[in-house]
């Protein structure tokens, strides 16, 4: 079945210094969904990825679509405390369910102020 | 308020017992979808329906069971025969008119003891 990989499992940073997740399918996607969960909570919708090639901004937060629609990235740069959490990326496959979304397992972020 | 919601948010069971977690959303959504998150794994697909009166497995269904007699409802049993229970379990839901965002409900926390 269609796997989504994710990394890193965890990463820690120091308040303003830059991170990145990434994210890579086994087969081909019709988009890429990504997700944020706060430490208790549930995961929020932060974006979605349709196009190849794809690159879209949310103030510090910088997500890209790869040309052959398989992996994708979520950026962010100069770290805030606010930002501490396990984002998710989540993929449609290409042909397949359009309702089926198969998540990564997550990057969690822990900042340091 | 649009949402979905689940109920209860802690859940505590015997050994042996079957328990239902409840799962309802006021969105209009065709779509509902159960997961189920463990430390370190993600978010792992138990079932998902389409529409009322049909639901399709997910990746790990063994030992759940789910209805959708309501576009409103789609209630999870944990049976008896799930060997590891213990988890925290998120609903979601979508439009799925066209690939959009899931809405995720707080989760519920279910012990086995």
């Known amino acids: 079945g269609q796997q989504v990989m994710q990394i890193p499992q965890y990463q820690h940073v120091q308040e303003g210094e830059d991170f990145t997740t990434y994210c890579n399918s086994s087969?081909?996607?019709?988009?890429i969904q990504w997700y944020k969960q706060r430490p208790g909570g549930h995961p929020v919708f932060l974006i979605q990825?349709?196009?190849?090639?794809e690159v879209k901004k949310q103030k510090r937060l910088t997500f890209q679509f790869g040309e052959a629609k398989k992996n994708s990235s979520l950026h962010i740069t100069a770290t805030q405390t606010t930002d501490v959490g396990t984002y998710f990326c989540?993929?449609?496959?290409?042909?397949?369910?359009?309702?089926?979304?198969?998540f990564g397992k997550g990057t969690l972020l822990t900042v340091n102020p | 308020d649009g949402g979905i919601t689940q109920s209860p948010k802690y859940l505590f069971r015997k050994e042996g017992q079957n328990v239902t977690l409840s799962c309802e959303q006021n969105?209009?959504?065709?779509?509902m979808y159960w997961y189920r998150q463990d430390p370190g794994q993600g978010l792992r697909l138990i079932y998902y329906?389409?529409?009322?009166?049909?639901?399709q497995k997910g990746d790990i269904a063994e030992g759940y069971s789910v209805s959708r007699e309501k576009k409103e409802s789609f209630p999870l049993t944990v049976t008896s025969a799930q060997k590891n229970p213990t988890a925290f379990y998120l609903c979601?839901?979508?439009?799925?008119?066209?690939?959009?965002?899931?809405?995720f409900g707080q989760g519920t926390r279910l012990t086995v003891v």
């Open positions: 979601a839901s979508n439009s799925g008119l066209s690939v959009t965002e899931a809405f």
């Open positions: 087969t081909t996607l019709s988009n």
């Open positions: 989540a993929g449609l496959r290409s042909g397949g369910s359009n309702y089926k979304l198969t």
């Open positions: 990825l349709v196009k190849s090639g």
């Open positions: 329906s389409q529409i009322v009166n049909d639901f």
């Open positions: 969105l209009n959504h065709d779509a």
